[in-house]
């Protein structure tokens, strides 16, 4: 069993829905999370961090973070069609700069 | 763009070949970690590289190898290549100071016949 399970999609939305994508894990120690955007033949970019539980929204983004249930989400507000990509949940041990482990990557289509 | 930047883009090497992979990050990133990437997988983690000293590494046999240098960039060596080496391999730097998370490079993909 890998320690980060993801949906792998494709989760096909049509323009202007709520993109909701999740994450779970096994290991409890983790303590910071990330949701990374990668596009096709591209490095993945940091979109979300958070410590811990709780929410933290950015713009159109809103992550979630529930220990208890070793949980992460990710909702995407208003989606537009340059968000189709692959979206990967990242967690660490320590610090963010620290060993990052992946989930396997949800792939997103949103059709105009 | 993240300025950390990767060469060569694309590589073909055969099996038992050995490969060099760069990497160049920012003035002022001094940790580094390399990730391979298979196709429709997440990255996985290799090692990671602070002060040219290896600083923690993953599930990698010792025929990856890898070397940072004063000047920012780095090196990931694969020995003995093998079809499965076949990825896109990732370097990931972070700022020394309010250093919250790594920026990525694009990635060079190799492919092993």
């Known amino acids: 069993q890998k320690e980060v399970e993801q949906d792998p999609g494709p989760l096909s939305v049509p323009e202007g829905a709520i993109v909701s994508l999740n994450c779970t894990y096994s290991n409890s120690a983790f303590q910071y999370f990330m949701w990374y955007r990668q596009y096709s033949r591209k490095g993945p970019e940091l979109l979300m961090y958070?410590?811990?539980?709780g929410n933290k929204e950015d713009g159109r983004f809103t992550a979630q973070v529930d220990k208890s249930s070793k949980y992460i989400s990710l909702f995407i507000r208003d989606s537009q069609p340059s968000d189709s990509a692959t979206y990967l949940c990242?967690?660490?041990?320590?610090?963010?700069?620290?060993?990052?482990?992946f989930g396997g990557g949800t792939r997103v289509l949103v059709k105009p | 763009e993240t300025g950390v930047t990767q060469s060569p883009t694309h590589l073909i090497k055969t099996r038992g070949q050995q490969v060099t992979l760069r990497c160049s990050s920012q003035?002022?990133?001094?940790?580094v970690s390399w990730y391979q990437q298979a196709l429709g997988q997440g990255p996985q983690f290799i090692f990671q590289?602070?002060?040219?000293?290896?600083?923690g590494r993953g599930n990698f046999p010792p025929r990856f190898s890898g070397l940072q240098f004063p000047n920012y960039s780095s090196e990931l060596n694969v020995n003995a290549l093998e079809l499965d080496d076949s990825a896109l391999y990732l370097c990931a730097s972070r700022p020394a100071r309010g250093g919250k998370t790594q920026y990525f490079g694009p990635g060079t993909r190799l492919l092993v016949l």
């Open positions: 958070t410590y811990s539980s």
């Open positions: 590289y602070y002060r040219e000293e290896e600083n």
């Open positions: 990242a967690m660490s041990l320590k610090a963010a700069g620290n060993k990052l482990t």
């Open positions: 003035s002022g990133h001094n940790t």
